[in-house]
């Protein structure tokens, strides 16, 4: 059973470039999260999806950021417009339902 | 409401030296606990999880943790340390009436002295 997967693994973008982060949850698994990490810093929830349905996006930026786990499909974060304080790792979660998550490796956005 | 609480957000052991993480929680009802581990440039990977049950967890390499009620503790312990132990230890607490939603504490990042 592969885990979860994540890419691209580096992400470099322009300031307001379109960022776009892919996660595929593990098999089985109908949750997924999403956090930012910053340098020196925790993990920050940003957003939790069922398929088709946002579920808890109370941790997302009010602008730019979007979230979507499709009926078929990977789940995409999207960042529009992207600034430097973007620049962080994103990780990806996938559970059960009222389960552990497991994490993927993460894709590091820089924002030159 | 729930949140953790990770005092320390360095800790420095000599290698075969007790490892001690400490990590509080607040939670409204019965929660559900994990210990993660980061090491530089990877995800987070389960190393101990506390559900029901027994109150004293064992996990992966050495790990183990104590579920205190009272003490709204869940503290991760390890007897001797090893080089290889050095990353970053997060602990994180789910709600299991209420969802999914895991609350991270901020991180201990974990440093072993040869």
């Known amino acids: 059973n592969a885990g979860v997967m994540q890419n691209p693994r580096h992400l470099v973008r322009r300031r307001g470039q379109e960022a776009r982060l892919r996660c595929s949850p593990m098999?089985?698994?109908?949750?997924v999260y999403w956090y930012r990490q910053l340098p020196e810093e925790g993990l920050k929830f940003m957003v939790y999806l069922q398929k088709e349905n946002i579920i808890d996006e109370s941790g997302m930026p009010k602008e730019r950021f979007s979230a979507e786990f499709p009926k078929e499909g990977p789940s995409i974060l999207r960042i529009q417009q992207v600034v430097r304080g973007d620049s962080a790792a994103y990780f990806c979660?996938?559970?059960?339902?009222?389960?552990?998550?497991?994490f993927g490796p993460g894709t590091r956005l820089t924002v030159t | 409401a729930q949140s953790v609480t990770q005092l320390g957000s360095h800790v420095s052991v000599s290698e075969g030296a007790l490892v001690l993480l400490r990590c509080n929680y607040s939670?409204?009802?019965?929660?559900?606990l994990f210990w993660y581990v980061q090491y530089p440039n990877q995800g987070l990977q389960l190393l101990l999880k506390y559900t029901t049950g027994a109150t004293l967890v064992k996990g992966i390499n050495g790990f183990e943790a104590e579920f205190k009620k009272s003490e709204t503790s869940f503290h991760l312990t390890k007897p001797s340390a090893h080089m290889s132990d050095a990353a970053e230890y997060f602990c994180a607490v789910s709600n299991p009436d209420t969802g999914n939603q895991f609350y991270f504490g901020t991180g201990t990042s974990l440093t072993v002295i040869p």
């Open positions: 098999k089985g698994h109908s949750h």
């Open positions: 979660a996938s559970s059960p339902p009222g389960r552990e998550q497991y």
């Open positions: 939670s409204s009802v019965p929660p559900y």
